[in-house]
């Protein structure tokens, strides 16, 4: 696939000025909004897009991360430290305090946690009454998001409905909600993986070490590296490995694998990303690949 | 390739009933655009492995629920980009909800392509009956001021004589065109299943570019290429809706005070500003001057804005704006209206009820709103105006409407963003309908 140009167009002056747009409207249409920071690198994307709505230290919302307990250590630390830098506000709630609740409950220790952070998502929407969570998901990275509104409305058990979408007409979002329900709102719908990395190239936005070129050790196995953690040990038959590495995406460590890479800088992304042949998820998530519909079950279940 | 660099992203939707090739066409552009990754074709991989037996429909089925039954049950947003261009496909279903979803994706569309299968149509006949979804869909588009239309006439591979239907059926086009006074942009052949005149003029294994006599035009991706995509307004007088109110934090040395402390966040609707401009409050009436003008929350200054940027506005005296106030030119009449005629798209499941409030939202202002009375029903397989006692799902009426307080609404033909509103239930918070003002 070299027919694909490092050089391709992608205008993200529009995509920006319609993030912000989006950005500011929940801050001008709800009570107690919030914005998922995850410290990746869509969420970095979103701080610097709220930076410009808004401007550093004035932030209409404060920060929300759901910590699964098993995210990488560079990027809590990460995230920690860029909140810092905005001067913004950040709320941190764990999987692990839902698990105490018995509210999570695991079928064995080892088991991704990822899936059940709808669980304490949904209880930090109760405890903080947030009406609007803005989240960095993208169009482009499944098919059950391509079919998402930009303003994403959420029953009282925080399910999305499919069948029963507002149509969103021309830029006029129908934020009416009653009493216990919520939006999740998604101004990077648009963009691309593509643009996202000329974007932080464009920006100099700051993303952990972990998305560029280091060496790991890793597992192969089922044509993914899985990383060698303390939650993904090694397994009986298996070889650990050195490879220069970068991971795509730095969700739950149990599920997020980098692929072999020589890129250093987000310039050396941008051109490794037009050339690439496997989408963000195929490559580096294990749980999106158990079933086809995974992502559509578990925003059925109140997934971001 | 310099002169590219300017092309903002062009977002079109597909227009098209089942079995017209939708699903294929937006599958190919993908395909041979290289947006389809390894893995995403795997999935649609399953008969040979020959190209043409892709199953180019099934990459676009995005939920469960659809590929257990087979159909498209909404809008789904689909993303390319090119050396010179990136794409949004607005894909609206075409055989169920067909209105609503038309109405959904054209709002904002630059462009709608519109396909006619040839296969369904009598092509040898130098008088060609089109389908009603046909005309059906290039009114719609036409109703929503969709800036550029073209019609692809599809599957010319799979009839013995592509140069004779393209003709006759161009015809047929163009005939019904101008009755409706609709102005179209292109009238491209194409075979969406083998990939023709899609991306480039190209010709097929047995070296035949299709319909090459009778069409010296662009491929399809070609015309994309090259259309317009700029948000335009026919006034010139300047309209700003106020989004988002914003208090500055006061210097120390009050040097921010001298401005005015508050900025106004909006994003322009109608015409330009530039600083010095005088403004009038819609609905105080309040009037100032335009002190500064900002790009962004990061202090980038700019001397002046056009339609379509986000900005954020300084005024040089302290006056009471908030959200949902409309800033404009103190040239342009400001009154606003109480009552106003508008076309109206009914988009909920159950029927307008005159004389029932509703909540509407112009701008960022909400509002309540009656429909004092069903002027007609609009044909939309013709837009003719019929007598209507009622509106129902997926139809579209003229209708008047009496308005809590004045709005500063502009006919949506002149300026997009200042006259149009949507119509939202006020028990269960659903999106009713789609207002064009008159």
Redesign the interface.
Known sequence: MTSHSPNLYTPLSDLEEESIFIMREVAGSFERPALLFSGGKDSCVMLRLAEKAFGQGQFPFPLLMIDTGHNFPEVIEFRDRRAKEVKAKLIVRSVEDSMKRGTVRLSHPLESRNPHQSVTLLESIEEFRFDALLGGARRDEEKARAKERIFSHRDSFGQWQPKAQRPELWNIFNTRILPDENFRVFPISNWTEFDVWKYIEQEEIPLPNLYYAHQRQVIPRKGLLVPVTDVTPVQEGENIETRTVRFRTVGDMTCTCPIESDAANASDIVKETAAVTISERGATRMDDQTSEASMEKRKLEGYF | MSS??N???LKFLTAGSVDDGKSTLIGRLLLDS?AI????LS?IQHKLADDESYDLAKLT?????EREQGIT???????F??????F?IADAPGHEQYT??M??AA??SDAAVILVDVTKLNWEDEVVDLLPQTRRHTLLAHLLKVPSILFAINKLDAIKDPDTAFINVKNALEKFISQANVTITNIIPISALKGLNITTRNADKHGNILCEKVYQGPSLLEALTALPSHVTSNTQEFHFPV??V?KL?EAHDGSSTQHGRRIF???IAAGNVKIGDHLTVQSSGAKAKVSKIFA????EELQEAATG??VGLILDQEIDVS?GDWLIASTASVAGQKEAKATLAW?DDEPLVVGRAY?L????R?IKTKVSAIEHHLNIHTLETEPAENLDKNSIGEVSLVLQQPIPVLPYNDA??VG???L?DTAT???AG?VLFK
């Open positions: 590219l660099q092309k903002h992203t290289k990754l390894a893995d995403q999935g089925d995005g939920l469960q629920a049950i909404d809008v789904a947003y689909r993303y980009t090119t050396p010179e261009r990136k949004i609503r979803n109405v959904t709002s904002s989004q988002f914003q934090e966040w909006g994003r962004n929350a990061l202090q940027q986000s959200r988009l909540w939202k112009h701008g960022h909400w997009k963003d149009a509103a949507i939202v918070n659903r999106t789609a």
